[in-house]
């Protein structure tokens, strides 16, 4: 099982992450909001995080609750990945006005990547 998170599994580029809040679709398991956007010709998904600055006005705590989603994503993104399974643009948005715990964001993501792997099928 690879639990890499390399930067060719970042979405990174302005004009997609648009495309994504414009076309893609939406799951919410508070805190957590997924907008994702199904592609066929992508080798891995493609993720990306967010956290509003008017929840958290300290850089630090934006950036640490960012941190925290992306491991809880990295250690359980097997979930999504299958042979011959579909691809994703994948947008985190963590909807919370409280600095999370680490297990309420496990296991709400767990809940979110299975609902996504259900849609998939």
Known sequence: MNHKFPKSEKLKSAKNIEILFLQGRTLVNYPIKIFYLPK???SSSLVAVAVPKRNFKLA???NRVKRQIREVYRLN????????S?????????????????????K???KLLNKLKDIKD
């Open 40 to 42: 066929e010709n992508l």
């Open 60 to 62: 630090v705590d934006r």
């Open 77 to 84: 993104k097997h979930v999504l990945e299958q042979e011959n």
């Open 86 to 106: 579909l691809k994703f643009e994948l947008l985190f948005l963590y909807l919370g006005k409280t600095k999370p715990k680490y297990s309420e964001l496990e």
């Open 108 to 110: 709400n993501m767990k």
